[in-house]
């Protein structure tokens, strides 16, 4: 009896990094009818951003199993194991390496899984190219109506089938709503690790931030980080504010903190970030929330996502106790349903997923948009990232393509990991300065 047909639902999770392993099983749990149980088996994509042991534990969502692959191996593993849903939490690229991988080991199988993509937070660049990236699963999510009317627009225009774009939310989003000032009232920036990219930017954020704990002695002053140095996110960190702050001299109401961002908003009075998916919690709570503009507005910081909220100010105005009004209409476009509407937000996606694993026969083969044929100057590159061939295969001497690897060669991939995480956060950054000399 196939696997769908009994009250487990089992599903699969592949994620390359923290916060997309966070929204992927947060995902796996959303689209899960309610009634039933979920066996969540998860896979991390050994890359650069693999996240650390500490850094699961913070993102505080566990799975009934978990444990580090290459593409290669789980291609393998998907090709022997029975799932009813398989959720892809990769960047674009690696969905689309695994489309195609996914292709050829489930040719011929009677039965495959229900393919789920999307995005782990605001989409505000590279939309096209990642959505085509993303094009072939069964349900490519949409966080919002916004998006959901975008993503179609772009299968649609360059002609291909928009039927699998889903209007969902943020999987993440919930807590309690913002309750009233606390004591002491307490300000929290939402760093991310690559906006801004550059030293005299982020200096300036964090010195900013500083004086405003200054200015303020009588409220806390936090600045919530994603990871410590040494450790990647979803993005590179070449200047971590850790190293920033050692040369500064904050007061004593100022602090930095790590750990689940939910908690941390919990006890929050004011959201700051530049363009962090954060705000859209906060909002979603009613925690009032800024988005600077003293950098600008501008898509390479990402705020430019944020024009017509309601929420873009800078420190001068935060310094003299401005407080945003949040624009309702631009909200409720954002999949933040602050309105009480997120219980029902998933419904559209888990009765599709369940009319797909009732469908007469199984599920047809996975088509995405590119092929060989369609883009051949472009797929093949994307596949052998992943040490696939144009046609879904491993590579000649793809690590591990035939075997589950040895202990060694595991301590060895860790060591070179580190050493990789120590040259971008050390080494790249001496270079570059020698250079501008």
Known sequence: MPASATKTRRV???ADSDTRW??????????SPEDSDIRLDGFLLRGRATPTARQLQEVGVHADSLREVSAVEFLRTMAQESYDVLVLALVGGGVQAMLHGLKRVWEGQPQRPVVVTGYVGVVYEKLADGLLLRHGADLVLANSRQDAERFRAVYDGVGADSSAVTEVALPFLGGAPYPGEHDP????????PSVPDSRKDRTYLLNRLIQHARRHPEREVLLKLRSKPGEHTTHIEELPYQKLIQR??????FKLVYGNMGEVLDRTDLLVTISS???????HRRIPTVVLSDLGVREVLGNHHFVGSGCLASWDQLDDGHSPTPDEEWVSRQGVCADGSYATAF????????????RPGGLPALTPYYTPATAPGYLPGILARHHLGP????LPGAPAHDREPGPVRQIVRRAARGAYRHGVQRVAP???RMGEL
Do not use: H, M
């Open 12 to 14: 699969a999770v592949l």
């Open 22 to 31: 966070k929204w992927g099983a947060l995902t796996a749990n959303r689209i």
């Open 185 to 192: 009232y307490t300000v929290v920036f939402a760093a991310q």
């Open 248 to 253: 500064l001299d904050p007061p004593a109401n």
């Open 277 to 283: 998916t954060a705000a859209l919690e906060s909002l």
């Open 347 to 358: 419904d559209a996606a888990r009765e599709r997923i369940d009319k797909l694993l009732e």
């Open 391 to 394: 046609d879904g295969s491993p």
């Open 430 to 432: 001496v270079i570059r």
